[in-house]
Nanobody, 128 residues
Framework: QVRLVESGGGSVQSGGSLRLSCAAS????????MAWFRQAPGKEREGVAV?????????ADSVKGRFTISQDTAANTNTLYLQMTTLKPEDTAMYYC????????????????????WGQGTQVTVSS
């Protein structure tokens, strides 16, 4: 059973930094994509960043140059990270980790419908 557990959210002031983590377990696929999504109150869930097992990554325009996605696959674990810098109030949202197992796409996807497995989310609040 695939399990995704996020951590690292919190409250910061504008311009600050946070690092989110997502501990993934319960699968042995060698091909996958893992992504971060976010959803602010009253808004649709949006893809923030994705990285696949081939090492390709992709970012939403709104976070390019500020956020960095990475993964640690050592020792039979897979932990996904999202380093967030120069945070803005508009980055305030619930952040979710998601996984898509199987063949990676030519272009990593940031569409939520392409992801089957989801974590429970971690809240990020940025104050001005």
């Amino acid at each position: 059973q695939v399990r995704l557990v996020e951590s690292g959210g919190g409250s910061v002031q504008s311009g600050g930094s946070l690092r989110l983590s997502c501990a993934a377990s319960g699968y042995s696929h060698s091909s996958y994509s893992m992504a971060w999504f976010r959803q602010a109150p009253g808004k649709e869930r949006e893809g923030v960043a994705v990285i696949d097992s081939a090492g390709k990554s992709r970012y939403a325009d709104s976070v390019k140059g500020r956020f960095t996605i990475s993964q640690d696959t050592a020792a039979n674990t897979n932990t996904l990270y999202l380093q967030m810098t120069t945070l803005k109030p508009e980055d305030t949202a619930m952040y979710y980790c998601a996984a898509r197992l199987g063949q990676v796409l030519l272009l990593p996807t940031l569409l939520s419908v392409h992801y089957k497995y989801w974590g429970q989310g971690t809240q990020v609040t940025v104050s001005s």
